[in-house]
């Protein structure tokens, strides 16, 4: 189906390509391919750079030269954000999650390696007060001069989630191609950008997969509605001729630990695991709980093709280094 994409930055390296996971297909006596959004790039790999093509356009048909956004000291969106902006000629401004006395190790190494502006705040400031300092922080900016262009969290707008309604298009077309029709597919569901995009894109491009997003540590109800506020937002502003009900979105939970950010040991197990099985590394806050849940789902089930879409994220590895049990 045709449909008109907004304008967008050309950054990431797409489309990526799937591939069969034989060892897991072995273990689990099915077919299990993964999407590798792992190599959209080198330094800005994952899902969160399909987003920010579509962002930062925006931000630069707006003549922004600052664009500032929020996260975790981890973030893989802020790493993104940050090296995506270096690459296109804007400041990077963070909002973080944490303490300054942190020693600077995976993502947020590679944040200030290039020199983003950093803010830290408490997570009691980041769940109160992230609003009112988010205005701050364009104000001070405004009074220097600049102006700023804002990207909530993971860049879970409408605007955001079309960069995996195209991940659903390309999907689609692999399938077509290869005379293969997966059955389920499974991703990490954080901030809702990534879930929007791809149940609004498996209806507009006829996916009969079911979409299952393995929840990585957000309350249920409240992501869900998220979810279904960026669905309708994108719909409607973006003219998408697609209707999603609440029933189309399928948040799992039971994977993450005691929530987002927690390395339990069954996240550790599913990171050896993969690595063994088939060379795929997984990060520990998305992706290894994304296929945590993936396995454990497919358990439950007898046969059918399966696909996951690997979102990247492995720099925040290095940060929990000490959780991972290798030794030398």
Sequence with gaps: MDFQYPEKLNLANL?????????????????????????????????????????????????????????????NHCRTTVLACRQVGLEPYLILRGSQDVQ?????????????????????????????????????????GRKCYYVPVGASTELGAMGYLNCAREIARW????????????????????????????????LS?????INVGEPHDEFVEDIDGICRR????FSIPVTVDRADIEVVDGYYGEGYG?????????IHRLAVSDGLVL??????????????????????KVLFIHTGGIFSLFAYKDKLRVTT
Excluded: W
């Excluded at 799937?18 to 792992?38: F, M, N, P, Q, T």
């Excluded at 997969?209 to 997003?213: D, E, K, Q, T, V």
């Design 15 to 75: 489309p990526t390509p799937i591939e069969r996971l034989s060892g897991l297909s072995a273990e689990l006596g099915r077919d299990v391919h993964v999407k590798r959004d792992d190599l959209t790039g080198c330094a800005t790999s994952g899902n969160k750079i399909r987003k920010l093509e579509f962002v930062l356009a925006e931000a630069k048909s707006q003549d922004a030269q600052v664009v500032v956004t929020v996260g975790g000291t981890q973030s």
């Design 104 to 144: 600077p190790d995976g993502n947020l190494l590679l944040d200030l390696l290039c020199g983003a502006r950093v803010r830290f705040i408490s997570p009691s400031q980041y769940s109160e007060n992230l609003e009112s300092i988010v205005e701050e922080v364009v104000n001070e900016q405004a009074e220097q």
């Design 175 to 206: 399938q077509e191609e290869n005379g293969v029709t997966f059955d389920r597919i499974y991703y990490g569901a954080g901030s809702g950008g990534t879930s929007a995009g791809l149940i609004l894109g498996g209806k507009l491009y006829n």
């Design 209 to 213: 997969a079911g979409i299952r997003g």
């Design 234 to 237: 994108a719909a409607e502003r």
């Design 262 to 270: 927690d390395m339990p040991e069954p996240v550790v197990d599913c």
């Design 283 to 304: 990060d520990p806050v998305y992706t290894a709980k994304a296929m945590l849940g993936l396995i454990g789902e497919e358990e439950k089930t007898k046969d059918g």
